[in-house]
């Protein structure tokens, strides 16, 4: 299973009081719901792929207004996707249209939410957890790419969305795709928020424990590269050092100052050592130890010295 279908069959257990239930219920139907007319009056219609969200907005419904659901079930062949469940609510619609807030006084439907409805924080935390339940999904945390979503179908269901997870500082963002308009959440913190406010307390740990491992990972892998990256800076140092060397040694066969000796000695007896490495070694050879500051600034006049001369050599 996918993590946004871990999270949905989290969220489709939980129980809350009426007033959220009403909320949840209103939510599942502005984002998942449709209406249908006729010969038999209005009928409501919620669909779905997933069967755990299906019993969840069932028990919802009977459980608020106590009437019959009729469910089919569509196999979908194509791209062997899951199988699309249909919900017709047949009674009392224009109860829960009133009650849920499904049309709003212009006669538009699933647009406008009652602010009543939405009133408590436990019930705003209850809209969103429906709107996520209805077409919610979430990128599994072992990915890189943080990324929450919520599919609508109107930029005003989508911005009613960002402002109630925003009433809870999740920095929701609305954009245009080809199906309508969606809710989505990037940082990593404010998703482990959407969880926290939504109630997947055990997907919440899921997800932070898979981040803070992979966190830690890229850490260890960026101060390897670091050490790898300053490793082969040390290396092409001492190289380019070694070249200079041999150039002050072809053209000047006496005269070099001591402290010239002194780090040329060094640098010939251990090729690839860092400066702090020679540093520790001067200790060993010359019985007291000279700085990684005092060797650069020797290297410096060797390198200067060496340039020096190249360009006597050259003009001779």
Same mark, same amino acid.
């Given at each position: ?38 010969? *038999? ?12 969200? @299906? ?5 919802? =419904? ?7 659901? =009729?469910? !089919? ?39 406008? @939410?009652?602010?009543?409805? !939405? ?30 979503? !919520?599919? =609508?179908?109107? *930029?005003?269901?989508?911005? @009613? ?66 050490? !790898? ?18 150039? @002050? ?68």
């Amino acid at each position: 299973m996918s993590f946004s279908t871990d999270v949905k069959t989290e969220l489709s257990s939980l129980k809350h009081l009426d007033c959220c239930n009403r909320a949840e219920l209103s939510a599942m139907f502005h984002i998942g719901g449709s209406i249908e007319l006729s010969s *038999e009056g209005l009928r409501l219609i919620f669909q779905t792929t997933n069967l755990a969200v @299906v019993r969840k907005m069932m028990r919802l =419904t009977k459980s608020l207004y106590d009437i019959d659901l =009729t469910l !089919i079930s569509k196999k979908q062949v194509k791209l062997k996707k899951h199988d699309l469940y249909y919900v017709q609510v047949a009674q009392k619609t224009e109860k829960l249209l009133s009650d849920l807030s499904l049309m709003n006084t212009n006669g538009l439907f699933f647009q406008d @939410v009652d602010p009543k409805l !939405i009133q408590n924080e436990c019930c705003r935390k209850a809209y969103l957890r429906g709107a996520f339940l209805s077409s919610g999904s979430i990128n599994n945390p072992d990915t890189s790419a943080y990324h929450l979503e !919520i599919q =609508t179908f109107s *930029e005003k269901q989508a911005q @009613v969305l960002a402002d109630i997870a925003n009433s809870f500082e999740l920095k929701a963002k609305t954009a245009k795709n080809r199906r309508g308009f969606i809710v989505y959440i990037k940082e990593a913190e404010k998703i482990s928020d959407f969880l926290r406010v939504t109630g997947a307390t055990n997907s919440l740990f899921t997800f932070e424990d898979n981040r803070i491992k992979r966190d830690f990972k890229n850490s260890i892998n960026r101060v390897i590269n670091c050490d !790898i990256a300053n490793e082969r800076k040390a290396m092409d140092a001492a190289r380019k050092q070694l070249e200079e060397i041999a150039v @002050v040694e072809k053209h000047l066969k006496t005269g070099i100052p001591k402290s010239m000796q002194e780090a040329i000695f060094l640098r010939k007896t251990y090729p690839e050592a860092t400066l702090v490495e020679l540093s520790y070694a001067s200790l060993e050879h010359f019985g007291s130890q000279i700085s990684k500051s005092a060797l650069n600034h020797r290297f410096r006049a060797i390198k200067d010295l060496a340039n020096q001369l190249e360009i006597e050599a050259n003009n001779q």
